[in-house]
């Protein structure tokens, strides 16, 4: 569950950050082999979900996902869905699947408002929907770098705007402006800095640690980079900062705690998740642009301009629709991969040199592209 109109930093890689900014509430039933946590509530709808973690009459654990209705009806998602967290895409919310044909790309979502299970790439949209953000983990040398990529939905373009081995913390303004908190190689400290999504320019706000962001007041928690770190607010709207005492961080943190105490209905200790009415789900996959090759397109699901200004074509579903050859090559590892892509008529290496790894996923860059294919081009497809 999200805490309100308040949001914490994240402190974590990958999904798990996403579940700082939920609170998921515990229900345990009188038997002892069963636990029911709430994961989300469409806001809408009034309806409720909640992960079941279950244990079989031999001892093997089970993961479920259940919903309950406004009106009190219990259903059970189907055994391709097995979690479920956060809400940053409400009414989109993130979750775990197995067995889901075809084979997602990346992520998978569950569209509350449609019953439906989304093959696509989540984003955290601007208050004006005109703009979203993404993090992507990956690793760069050996080392744990996260990407952060901004598009733009009214033409569909991708761009990352940072590489840092930090989980970037990011929050949306009221003016459409996205706060970082990102190293600066010059002052050699974290910097707090206001960035215009459509142009990525940056204007530095302060040389600060970003702790937390009250949306509803306006206020941002922050501790300056010295040795107390002592807390500080900061006024988004008059751009002043106070310091402020423990008590009041305390408060401020306990506004947090407050915002999260919305109640979900309770589950019945004598449901039995495994004699719930099956709720249907419909599958199906959105790209975020088409590749065209002479009269064939080719849904991509994630293509992207890198901090290089190159643009990224991801290798799988290009590969699969044109009957392309992959052949990893011996040795290769997460350091020095390598990669024989083989048209039939054209075959290239394929290596950090011409490509990025990006969430465990291949991409070759447009001169990579350029020596397999001649004539190709990119639809970028806006977001309605």
């Not at 997460?334 to 039939?344: A, I, N, Q």
């Amino acid at each position: 569950m999200k805490l309100g109109n308040i949001r914490l930093r994240p402190a974590v890689y990958g999904v798990l950050a996403t579940t700082l900014a939920w609170t998921m509430i515990a229900s345990t039933t009188a038997a002892a082999d069963a636990a029911f946590y709430h994961a989300y509530t469409n806001p809408e709808t009034k309806e409720a979900y909640y992960n079941a973690y279950l244990t079989t009459d031999d001892g093997k654990s089970e993961r479920k996902v259940l919903s309950r209705t406004e009106d009190g009806n219990w259903y059970v998602l189907p055994d391709t869905v097995s979690e479920l967290w956060g809400e940053e895409m409400s009414p989109y919310v993130r979750v775990m699947t197995q067995g889901l044909t075809p084979q997602p790309f990346g992520e998978v979502y569950l569209d509350t408002a449609g019953d439906r299970l989304v093959g696509k790439t989540g984003y955290q949209n601007s208050p004006s929907g005109k703009f979203g953000t993404r993090k992507v983990m990956h690793f760069e040398g050996g080392s744990k770098q996260v990407a952060l990529f901004v598009k733009n939905n009214q033409n569909g373009v991708i761009r990352q705007v940072s590489d840092s081995g930090e989980w970037p913390v990011t929050y949306w303004l009221p003016d459409g402006s996205l706060l970082m908190e990102r190293y600066s190689e010059t002052a050699k400290q974290n910097e707090i800095v206001r960035m215009n999504p459509d142009t990525q320019e940056t204007h530095r706000l302060l040389l600060a640690s970003l702790l937390g962001y009250d949306e509803q007041r306006g206020e941002l928690l922050l501790a300056y980079n010295e040795s107390t770190r002592k807390t500080h607010l900061y006024d988004v709207r008059t751009r002043k900062v106070r310091s402020v005492t423990d008590q009041e961080v305390q408060a401020f943190y306990d506004r947090v705690q407050g915002s999260a105490a919305t109640k979900a209905p309770e589950v019945p200790d004598e449901l039995e998740a495994n004699q719930l009415p099956v709720k249907t789900l419909e599958y199906v996959q959105e790209g975020e642009a088409n590749l065209t090759v002479n009269d064939m397109k080719i849904a991509l699901p994630f293509v992207f301009f890198g901090l290089n200004r190159e643009l990224y074509v991801p290798l799988r579903p290009v590969s699969e629709s044109l009957k392309w050859k992959v052949e990893r090559s011996a040795g290769s590892d997460m350091k020095t991969y390598r990669y024989t892509v083989s048209t039939g008529t054209q075959s290239i290496q394929v290596d950090r040199s011409n490509s990025k790894i990006m969430g465990d996923r291949l991409y070759l860059n447009v001169h990579a592209l350029n020596r397999l294919i001649s004539d190709w081009g990119i639809e970028w497809i806006p977001v309605k």
